[in-house]
């Protein structure tokens, strides 16, 4: 049920960002605030039995249904934004991107030695910038205990990229 309501509310955008792209638009969900009070509880539900520190969420759309995770978990949500973005003391990672490269940053401190956290974004493509959040996440000490994703594009497989970081993946969709 939830997944045909996601499904029937995400918007097809052709042609974006570049020709020949079908974007997965995810802002029609947030017109509808009981789905996204039962998107969250999905999160929370698959996180139920879980010893979990933090939620990361990804820039930017990361941030919408990772704050609110945390929130209801009621532990601390950590920011990875693009390079430049955080005021106090940063680390940093680079990675390749299929057009070219990114940077992502946390700020120092963020993470405390041995916390077990969730890595949130809205989308799991080829998994290049959650793979960069995991990697920031273990030079801050901790552990990558699992992902999840609103949309996940099967076809891109991102997932295998990422299970040496957690076999735990949890996409509430699948395209």
């Not at 693009?82 to 940093?92: D, R, V």
Request: hydrophobic share 45%.
């Amino acid at each position: 049920m939830l997944k045909r309501k996601i499904k029937d509310t995400i918007r097809d955008v052709a042609d974006f960002p570049k020709p020949g792209i079908l974007f997965k638009d995810i802002t029609p969900l947030f017109h509808n605030q009981q789905l996204c009070n039962e998107i969250v509880s999905a999160f929370a539900k698959d996180l139920d039995e879980r010893k979990i520190n933090a939620i990361i969420g990804v820039e930017s759309r990361g941030f919408l249904f990772g704050f609110a995770l945390a929130n209801k978990l009621n532990i601390p949500f950590i920011l990875v934004r693009k390079a430049g973005k955080l005021p106090f003391k940063t680390i940093s990672y680079e990675y390749e991107l299929e057009y070219g490269s990114a940077k992502v940053e946390m700020q120092v401190n963020e993470i405390q030695p041995g916390w077990n956290v969730i890595i949130h974004d809205d989308l799991l493509a080829t998994g290049g910038t959650a793979e960069a959040a995991a990697k920031l996440v273990n030079m801050q000490g901790g552990n990558v205990a699992g992902f999840a994703f609103v949309v996940e594009l099967d076809f891109l497989k991102g997932r295998e990229r990422l299970t040496q970081y957690s076999e735990h993946i949890h996409s509430l969709i699948n395209y």
